[in-house]
Nanobody, 125 residues
């Protein structure tokens, strides 16, 4: 059974850093592009970052570019999201997900197949 489990979310002060982890099981992890999305109540799920399955290229949402870094360790079936210079606006539930969709749709959450349960990140001002 395919499963993704996020961890690392917590309360942090503005300007601080966090590293989120997403561990996959039940799927051939290296064959999937992995994305991070975030969501706050009443808002649509927002693209944060993704890392391509074959070439390892990374893609970022405009609001996190230059502050967040996505990376993966296929040997450990794990993807990381390093978040620096956190802002109160980064407060959200963060989800990881996997897809094999072409690059055109890499920011589209509806194209991702399997999702984790989410981890809460709260940034205080």
């Amino acid at each position: 059974q395919e499963q993704l489990v996020e961890s690392g979310g917590r309360l942090v002060q503005a300007g601080g850093s966090l590293r989120l982890s997403c561990v996959a099981s039940g799927l051939t992890f290296s064959t999937y592009t992995v994305g991070w999305f975030r969501q706050t109540p009443g808002k649509e799920r927002e693209f944060v970052a993704s890392i391509h399955r074959s070439n390892g290229r990374t893609y970022y949402g405009d609001s996190v570019k230059g502050r967040f870094t996505i990376s993966r360790d296929n040997a450990k079936n794990t993807v990381f999201l390093q978040m620096n210079s956190l802002e109160p606006e980064d407060t959200a539930v963060y989800y990881c997900a996997v897809t094999r969709v072409v690059l055109t749709y890499i920011r589209d959450y509806s194209k991702y197949y399997y999702w984790g349960q989410g981890t809460q990140v709260t940034v205080s001002s």
